[in-house]
């Protein structure tokens, strides 16, 4: 059973725009999220982490938004770049350090 | 550093045949990890190595699925005997801590015919 899931296969976002990335889980127990990007042909990339203590993480274009009562996570990129297409997975960690991945989003930021 | 490297890129063989994809972790780092990628799962995450130590191997799918790690610098996942249902994209990434980010190799993408 999928603990960790990201229910858009695909999004399509105009270069410029705002790209929301979004991931639900269903164990409480996780206290470590992680967006991971994959290029074709490539091994994923780690991009930005959230604790759980913590609802925001921003480096740069990438902002990481926890929901804890909701467990949801969002990656918001602003301004989109065509250069952000990819596939974005979203990890999660448990306390017993047992890491779950999610399907993947495959963002295709249009020019 | 090179990063992870594994081996080969891409795998061809026959049901029934054993397969052994390779993996070189970045130097220093003492977690490796052994993940299989499929459309309609994922990524997950079928065993992990400390220091050289099988960790934790509750991922791998069955008795037919193997993993080693002889030293510090390199890992071998094998299935044997393999079956169509194996074919996916399999990665080895490493990491310097377990509650640090891990590097990712390119992949091996296996295909059982």
């Known amino acids: 059973d999928q603990q960790v899931k990201q229910n858009s296969p695909s999004l399509s976002v105009q270069e410029g725009r705002i790209s929301i990335l979004n991931c639900d889980y269903t164990n409480s127990m996780f206290d470590y999220f992680l967006w991971y990007k994959k290029y074709p042909a490539e091994g994923p990339t780690f991009l930005i982490s959230?604790?759980?203590?913590?609802d925001k993480n921003e480096d740069g274009r990438f902002t990481v938004f926890l929901n804890k009562s909701a467990k949801h996570l969002s990656l918001h990129i602003v301004p989109s770049q065509p250069g952000d297409s990819a596939v974005y997975f979203c990890a999660a960690r448990n306390t017993g350090n047992q890491f779950y991945f999610g399907t993947g989003t495959s963002l295709t930021v249009i020019p | 550093d090179a990063g992870v490297i594994q081996s080969p890129r891409h795998e061809v063989t026959e049901m029934g045949q054993e397969v052994t994809l390779r993996c070189k972790p970045i130097?220093?780092?003492?977690?490796l990890f052994w993940y299989r990628q499929t459309m309609m799962r994922g990524l997950e995450l079928l065993i992990y190595f400390n220091n050289n130590v099988p960790i934790d191997d509750s991922g791998m799918p069955e008795d037919r699925f193997s993993a080693k790690m002889p030293n510090a610098s390199f890992s071998n996942l094998k299935i044997q005997p393999s079956e169509p249902r194996d074919s996916a994209v399999y990665f080895c990434a490493s990491s310097l801590q377990l509650y640090t980010e891990a590097f990712f190799g390119q992949g091996t993408r296996l295909t059982v015919v």
């Open positions: 959230i604790s759980s203590i913590k």
């Open positions: 130097s220093g780092h003492d977690y």
